[in-house]
Nanobody, 120 residues
Framework: QVRLVESGGGLVQPGGSLRLSCAASGPFFSISTMGWYRQAPGKEREMVTAITGVGVTTYADSVKGRFTISLDNAKNTVYLQMNRLKPEDMAVYYC??????????????WGQGTQVTVSS
């Protein structure tokens, strides 16, 4: 079965940086999109950023210019470099992947979530 394994969350001071990674493993053919969502306490889950298998990216306005997503297709791994972190970035970050089967069907998968805490 397909698994998404996230790493890289933690505690950082405002203005600091963190790098998240998410590796997809299991039986799939290729990546349609991979990305990151986040959910803060009392708020709905929101899309942060996503990247297609051919490298087209999209970002939420709140993170443009501070966050960078990248994809290593050889490793089936997506990275999220987060710079100039703000307290409002604090949330559980979830990796999302939309993956192709060999027949062309896509399925959505979610990681278990990793906590990002921004606090002095």
């Amino acid at each position: 079965q397909v698994r998404l394994v996230e790493s890289g969350g933690g505690l950082v001071q405002p203005g600091g940086s963190l790098r998240l990674s998410c590796a997809a493993s299991g039986p799939f053919f290729s990546i349609s999109t991979m990305g990151w969502y986040r959910q803060a306490p009392g708020k709905e889950r929101e899309m942060v950023t996503a990247i297609t298998g051919v490298g087209v990216t999209t970002y939420a306005d709140s993170v443009k210019g501070r966050f960078t997503i990248s994809l290593d297709n050889a490793k089936n791994t997506v990275y999220l470099q987060m710079n100039r972190l703000k307290p409002e970035d604090m949330a559980v970050y979830y990796c999302h992947a939309r993956l192709f089967t060999i027949s062309g069907t896509t399925y959505d998968y979610w990681g278990q979530g990793t906590q990002v805490t921004v606090s002095s």
